[in-house]
C-alpha cells in the first residue's frame, strides 16, 4: 500500500506532461468530475481538515502560482507547448525559490484550510 507521502514525493506540479498527457488528464477529469461518486468524494472532503501532506501540496501549488504571476503573468494565456516550456524552466530555475515560499505558506494554507471546513460545516447545518 502506498501513503499519501510516498505518492506525493515527486509532485506533478513539477513533472513535465506533453501536450498529449495534458489533454487525457482534462479529458479524464471532465468525465470524473460529472460522477456522483466523485461529487460526493468532494461532499465530504470539505467538511475534514486535509492531512499535513496535503497542506503542503496546496502550498507547494500555492508557491508556483505566485512564481508564476510574478515571472510569466500570462501563463494561463499562453499555448500548451509554451506552457510546457515555461514548466520546465520553472522547474529547473526557480525550484528552490517554491520549496522556501511553500514552507513559508504552510501556516497560511492550514489557516484557510482550518476557515474552509468551519464554514463548509455551518452551511451543512444549517
Known amino acids: 500500500m502506498i501513503t499519501f507521502k510516498e505518492l506525493y514525493s515527486n509532485l506533478d506540479e513539477f513533472?513535465?506532461?506533453?501536450?498529449?498527457q495534458r489533454k487525457k488528464i482534462g479529458i479524464r477529469m471532465k468525465r470524473?468530475?460529472?460522477?456522483?461518486?466523485?461529487?460526493t468524494k468532494v461532499a465530504k472532503s470539505k467538511l475534514k481538515v486535509a492531512s499535513p501532506?496535503?497542506?503542503k501540496v496546496k502550498a507547494a501549488k500555492l508557491a508556483k502560482q505566485s512564481?508564476?504571476?510574478?515571472?510569466?503573468?500570462?501563463?494561463?494565456?499562453?499555448?500548451v507547448?509554451?506552457?510546457?516550456?515555461?514548466?520546465?524552466?520553472?522547474a529547473a530555475k526557480y525550484g528552490g525559490m517554491?520549496?522556501?515560499i511553500a514552507m513559508k505558506s504552510v501556516k497560511v494554507?492550514?489557516?484557510?484550510e482550518i476557515e474552509k471546513v468551519r464554514v463548509a460545516?455551518?452551511?451543512?447545518?444549517a
Open 32 to 39: 470524473q468530475a460529472q460522477s456522483s461518486a466523485f461529487k
Open 98 to 100: 517554491i520549496n522556501k
Open 67 to 79: 512564481v508564476l504571476n510574478k515571472f510569466y503573468p500570462k501563463y494561463n494565456e499562453m499555448p
Open 81 to 90: 507547448a509554451q506552457k510546457v516550456k515555461i514548466d520546465q524552466i520553472i
Open 53 to 55: 501532506e496535503k497542506i
Open 121 to 125: 460545516r455551518d452551511n451543512k447545518d
Open 15 to 20: 513533472k513535465v506532461l506533453s501536450k498529449g
Open 109 to 112: 494554507v492550514k489557516a484557510k
